[in-house]
T-cell receptor, first 118, second 115 residues
């Protein structure tokens, strides 16, 4: 099974500054999808950004962008101009694009808790 | 759009009691999942389903059963609740992987406490 590793259990950032959350994954597949989810104290799981492995261009969504390094199997999330509302737990997730068992499941990291300091 | 709806949102049980968590989705998704979330352990897959009438075990299936009699519903049962099953439970749904980069859509979670 694929594994997803988030090596930073906790991170903090000053309001308006930039922070990068790291994620690495282990796979032998060439085609897959990667996601970042945000979980605020309300407990909702909110999709932040997604990346297709076949795309070389890094995905961006407003203040959120990723640094996707396929060869290094790295998928970091950069949050620019951090806001108080960005404080949350962030999860990285992997999904195979293939049929069968590998494509049925999403694999999640253990999460990074982000604190935004006013 | 309702998306994924979980009921109940909170529940307290005594050890040995049984209960069923209900998940309903209105997006016509083929796949549905049940996770539990515990501090420091992220999301762990309990069971999942790739279609009506089919279920499969995930990472931590022991002590749980599931059923998917209708495409839109996925039920998680605890036959004899144990304190180790105290957790937050999430249901999610998604389309098939081959055709889509669509993510999982999550319910709002159920906080379950076993005394």
């Amino acid at each position: 099974a694929q594994t997803v590793t988030q090596s930073q259990p906790e991170m903090s950032v000053q309001e308006a500054e930039t922070v990068t959350l790291s994620c690495t994954y282990d796979t032998s597949e060439s085609d897959y999808y990667l996601f970042w989810y945000k979980q605020p104290p309300s407990r909702q799981m909110i999709l932040v950004i997604r990346q297709e492995a076949y795309k070389q261009q890094n995905a961006t969504e407003n203040r959120f962008s990723v640094n996707f390094q396929k060869a290094a199997k790295s998928f970091s999330l950069k949050i620019s101009d951090s806001q108080l509302g960005d404080a949350a737990m962030y999860f990285c997730a992997y999904r195979s694009a293939q049929w069968g068992n590998t494509g049925n499941q999403f694999y999640f990291g253990t999460g990074t808790s982000l604190t935004v300091i006013p | 759009n309702a998306g994924v709806t979980q009921t109940p949102k909170f529940r307290v049980l005594k050890t040995g009691q049984s209960m069923t968590l209900l998940c309903a989705q209105d997006m016509n998704h083929e796949y549905m999942y049940w996770y539990r979330q515990d501090p420091g352990m992220g999301l762990r897959l309990i069971h999942y389903s790739v279609g009506e009438g089919t279920t499969a075990k995930g990472e931590v299936p022991d002590g749980y059963n599931v059923s998917r009699l209708k495409k839109q519903n996925f039920l998680l049962g605890l036959e004899s609740a144990a304190p180790s099953q105290t957790s937050v439970y999430f249901c999610a749904s998604s389309t098939q992987a081959l055709y889509s980069n669509q993510p999982q859509h999550f319910g709002d979670g159920t906080r379950l406490s076993i005394l």
